[in-house]
């Protein structure tokens, strides 16, 4: 027989806030419902370990929903259903609402699909002691000493030198070879092992295996490297001047699997970002709404979102404008009126190294989808910082569709920080509030989620665009 509560603590309980973790108030039909969405998230993220990859497997998914392809200056109406593509590795996806849009606005969830990585330089090929090699440029924040002695795949895109355009994809396969950065062995790694972690191995270190049989010709001087070389040009028409047009990466080669006993976890690479990317894409997808909603899927979040196809290219902005010419708006009055999830993923609550997490504002694993009011570093530097007022709408728009959420920093206050693409969206006037899924180990090659936090973000989305 329980106790009854005193007066106090049934005050205490009425005022007081606690996060909750989500497999305990779900109902076994929805902790069903969590893992049954995570399959498609495994597929989509084995699908998916490039930018080019993920917006493929956006514009494919957006396809069997009955998306059309959109261009610039195109005529739309309200009810229209399209995909916009730049350059093959950003993809827009939304749909035209009934709503007043200079009243309403748009209802904008912008996601990134690059992740942390080793890039091949543009001359990377050479050969020593019995090994060919890629000499690489890792891509993003990572810690270096990760990437080495695990089995790597190699993807990407080649143009040659006639203008053809190849893709490469080897490593996933079981059947493929993998390739691989070696390390020193314990036995004589006394000196590297007195290094500071950020010199363990250093840049130039990260040269991926290629190739270690020689080509039966005794008069040629590099016969590996040749080996190598005629594999690549009888296998996709490359010879060695073709890396200069490439775009390649080596990224971790294993699929994404359950972690634990009751497969509550998903471990994989890329959770940073396609854990926000899947459930904004299948929100817009499958959400009913009567809101212009975009699901914006960018690249080069992981390298400040400059260039073409990040978040800072005048592009996205471009297409904001012309949906809303085309629904004979003022796109000032547009910008003014909309709302923005910038989802990004946040820093999970680890108990191994809780040294540098302030508890009561760190996100805990499994409590649901993470807002972050602020992100930056050292003063909030580098953030938007979202308004009360649009915090507290966000709030009161989760409470009526019942989305379990919770809100965090990242990490203590001098321990560090980091930036998400919510500035640049706030800058062009728009309410703006980052939300993303807590990790365990971001940035590494191997990054843990919970199921749970995956389909709150879902629900979330699927509760802002309603």
Not at 235 to 256: H, I, N, R, W
Not at 299 to 305: F, L, T, Y
Not at 385 to 390: N, P
Request: proline letters at 3%; glycine letters at 8%.
């Amino acid at each position: 027989m329980s106790e009854k509560k005193t007066a106090g603590q049934q005050r205490y309980d009425e005022l007081s806030y606690e996060k909750k973790n989500y497999y305990e108030t779900a109902s076994e039909a929805e902790r069903k419902a969590m893992y049954d969405y995570a399959e498609g998230y495994k597929r989509f993220l084995d699908d998916a370990k490039t930018e080019r990859e993920a917006c493929a497997a956006a514009v494919a998914m957006a396809i069997q929903k009955g998306f059309t392809a959109y261009r610039l200056g195109d005529p739309l109406s309200p009810g229209d259903k399209k995909y916009f593509v730049n350059r093959g590795k950003s993809v827009v996806v939304f749909r035209v609402g009934t709503k007043n849009l200079e009243e309403d606005g748009m209802r904008l969830i912008a996601a990134h699909i690059d992740a942390p990585r080793v890039d091949i330089k543009q001359n990377p090929l050479y050969e020593e002691a019995g090994m060919c090699f890629l000499k690489t440029h890792y891509y993003g924040g990572i810690k270096k000493y990760q990437w080495t002695a695990i089995p790597l795949a190699l993807h990407g895109a080649v143009v040659l030198k006639d203008g053809r355009k190849v893709e490469i994809k080897i490593g996933e396969r079981p059947e493929d070879p993998v390739f691989y950065i070696d390390d020193l062995l314990p036995h004589l790694g006394a000196e590297q092992m007195a290094q500071n972690a950020a010199k363990l191995i250093e840049g130039e270190q990260l040269n991926v295996v290629v190739g270690a049989l020689p080509y039966a010709d005794k008069e040629v001087s590099k016969k590996i490297k040749l080996t190598v070389l005629n594999y690549l040009n009888q296998t996709y028409g490359m010879c060695e001047e073709d890396f200069l047009s490439s775009e390649l990466s080596a990224v971790p080669a294993y699929p994404a699997r359950d972690v634990g006993f009751d497969r509550a976890l998903i471990g994989a690479y890329g959770h940073d970002d396609r854990v926000c990317a899947y459930p904004a894409l299948t929100a817009v997808l499958e959400g009913e709404t009567e809101h212009t909603v975009l699901a914006m899927l960018v690249d080069k979040e992981e390298i400040g979102s400059e260039g073409t196809t990040g978040m800072q290219c005048k592009v996205y902005e471009d297409l904001m404008e012309e949906i809303a010419l085309a629904c004979g708006a003022n796109f000032r009055k547009v910008r003014a009126a909309s709302k923005c999830l910038s989802s990004d993923v946040t820093a999970a609550y680890d108990p191994n190294f809780a040294g540098v997490y302030e508890k009561l504002n760190a996100a805990f694993v499994s409590c649901g989808t993470c807002m972050s009011k602020f992100t930056g570093a050292r003063g909030k530097s580098g953030s938007n910082d979202a308004s009360a007022e649009f915090v507290g709408e966000v709030r009161a728009m989760f409470a009526r569709e019942g989305v379990v959420w919770q809100t965090a920093e990242l990490g203590k206050v001098d321990a560090g920080g980091g930036g998400t693409v919510a500035k640049f969206l706030a800058n062009l006037n728009i309410d703006t509030v980052d939300l993303g899924v807590p990790v365990i180990s971001m940035h590494a090659p191997w990054e843990v989620i919970s199921k749970a936090d995956l389909y709150s973000n879902y629900k979330a989305f699927l509760a802002f665009i309603k």
